[in-house]
Each structure stands twice: as structure tokens, then as C-alpha cells.
Nanobody, 119 residues
Framework: QVQLVESGGGSVQAGGSLRLSCAASGYPYNCMGWFRQAPGKEREGVASIHTRRGDTQYADSVKGRFTISRDNAKNTMYLQMNSLKPEDTAVYYC??????????????WGQGTQVTVSS
């Protein structure tokens, strides 16, 4: 059974930075991803990474500001978020076992961590 533990959320002012971490356990999987859900909105893909090849995908809204990475030895995925904007405010989830930024293809999810960006 896959277990995902997220950390690193918090509150920052616009222009600030945060780094999210997701420690994963369980069998190997190809893709890991970060998703977010703001109040009243659907969950959306933010960034994903192929754990073996290192290929990445980003939502257009975060390109150039967010960087996804992973440490396979630690089974941990990271999301470095820079130049944060108020519209980045959401609960951020990590997920494994799916395909790139397609949320409904993932079957294992973390508990979520709140990111709040104030203007």
C-alpha cells in the first residue's frame, strides 16, 4: 500500500517562495505529480515528473516559477515554488501511480498541505 506524506506548506506574501516535499513508500511507479485545489474549483495538475527518466511537465500557469524534482534514493518528490502569486493559494496534493497531469489517472494521494499567498 502506498503512503504519501506531504510537508512544507504555509503562508507567504506574494513574491515569496515555498518548498513542498512528498515522501512516498510502496512499490515503484512511473509518474509522480503535484496537484492543487482552490475553494470552489476543480483539482488541477501543477507539475509532474517521470521518476526514472526525469522528464517533467508543468501547467502553463506555473511554468518558469515552479520546479519539480525527486530524490529516488529517498523516495521523495519536491516542488520548489518561487514568485508566488495570490492565485497560487490552494491545498496542494502529491500523487503517484498516474499519468502526467491527468488527475483522475492517479490512485494514490497525499493528505494535502495548505499554501496561502497574500497580496
Amino acid at each position: 500500500q502506498v503512503q504519501l506524506v506531504e510537508s512544507g506548506g504555509g503562508s507567504v506574501q506574494a513574491g515569496g517562495s515555498l518548498r513542498l516535499s512528498c515522501a512516498a513508500s510502496g512499490y515503484p511507479y512511473n509518474c509522480m505529480g503535484w496537484f492543487r485545489q482552490a475553494p470552489g474549483k476543480e483539482r488541477e495538475g501543477v507539475a509532474s515528473i517521470h521518476t526514472r527518466r526525469g522528464d517533467t511537465q508543468y501547467a502553463d500557469s506555473v511554468k518558469g516559477r515552479f520546479t519539480i524534482s525527486r530524490d529516488n534514493a529517498k523516495n521523495t518528490m519536491y516542488l520548489q515554488m518561487n514568485s508566488l502569486k495570490p492565485e497560487d493559494t490552494a491545498v496542494y496534493y502529491c500523487a503517484v501511480g498516474g499519468w502526467w497531469l491527468t488527475a483522475n489517472s492517479y490512485n494514490s494521494w497525499g493528505q494535502g498541505t495548505q499554501v496561502t499567498v497574500s497580496s
